[in-house]
């Protein structure tokens, strides 16, 4: 009896002792589970990576997982597309370079929250329609081009000029204060509400402290490289055609195809 007595106490000691480990064991197997991931889905070429904290350079590969602050290159006749965590597809290529600034996406109240930098080249970004709200952008130096749900592509050129060309939907195109301001930059946490073109009085360019448009579908707005951006305009759909679009076209259909 004596026996039996001790053995129960051992096994409601053990118990105890093994209760906040089998928790943290729960909470690992939790954070796991991110919805702060990016997945390649498609690869051509070559392309490499800088993560922060890691000063080796490293090669990425289809399946592989991006996350956020990563910084990504794509070399001469390369390609890559990234499928992002609210389901949205965005694809970069060749000769471009990237930094994914926030990759967040909240599955139980369907916000996210997505800002990709683009430092140079062409990117095509296929917009998951979404009831949660929160923000996708893509940033340049110069501007932010804020979407909910479209299809869109942005072109940086090495002089930090930069086109955005809209095919399906609205995309909300503003200009990026200048870092030289004394004043408090401003944040792009929350999507701005923007109704419309707004008019500027007189004949003259627009400061990129002041701009903001509203391009609509099979429109286009050119951002020189000081910040200034002309009125959006319609742009030819058959001129506008060549590998890249033609590629972009493609594989929205096939996924299209594969989610039907």
């Not at 090669?59 to 389901?87: A, F, H, M």
């Not at 408090?184 to 701005?192: D, G, L, Q, T």
């Not at 579908?217 to 002309?230: C, F, H, M, R």
């Not at 679009?245 to 039907?260: A, G, M, T």
């Amino acid at each position: 009896m004596k026996y039996l007595f001790n053995r129960t106490v051992l096994i409601i000691l053990l118990l105890f002792i093994m209760v906040p480990y089998l928790s943290a064991e729960e909470n690992i197997v939790k954070v796991g589970i991110s919805s702060k991931k990016a997945k390649v889905t498609f690869l051509e070429g070559s392309v490499t990576l800088i993560r922060k904290g890691i000063e080796k350079v490293m090669t990425v590969s289809t399946g592989d997982y991006l996350i956020q602050g990563d910084r990504i290159n794509t070399e001469k006749d390369s390609k890559i597309e990234i499928r992002l965590p609210d389901k949205s597809f965005i694809r970069f290529g060749e000769e471009t370079s990237f930094e994914l600034e926030a990759v967040a996406y909240n599955q139980k109240t369907r916000k996210r929250n997505i800002n990709i930098n683009m430092i140079l080249g062409k990117t095509w970004a296929k917009v998951a329609k979404l009831f949660g709200g929160g923000r996708f952008d893509i940033s340049t130096k110069t501007a932010v081009a804020g979407v909910r749900g479209t299809v869109y592509r942005v072109n940086v050129n090495e002089n930090n000029s930069a086109v955005v060309k809209v095919y399906w939907g609205e995309v909300a195109v503003k200009g990026k204060p200048s870092t030289n301001n004394s004043g408090p930059e401003e944040s792009y946490s929350n999507p701005v509400q923007v109704l419309g073109p707004h008019p500027v009085a007189g004949p003259r360019q627009v400061s990129a402290e002041e701009w903001v448009y509203m391009v609509k579908s099979l429109q286009q707005i050119n951002i020189s490289p000081d910040g200034k951006a002309e009125k959006p305009f319609n742009f030819d759909i058959e001129s506008d055609l060549n590998d890249w679009v033609r590629w972009n076209k493609l594989r929205d259909e096939q996924l299209k195809n594969e989610n039907d």
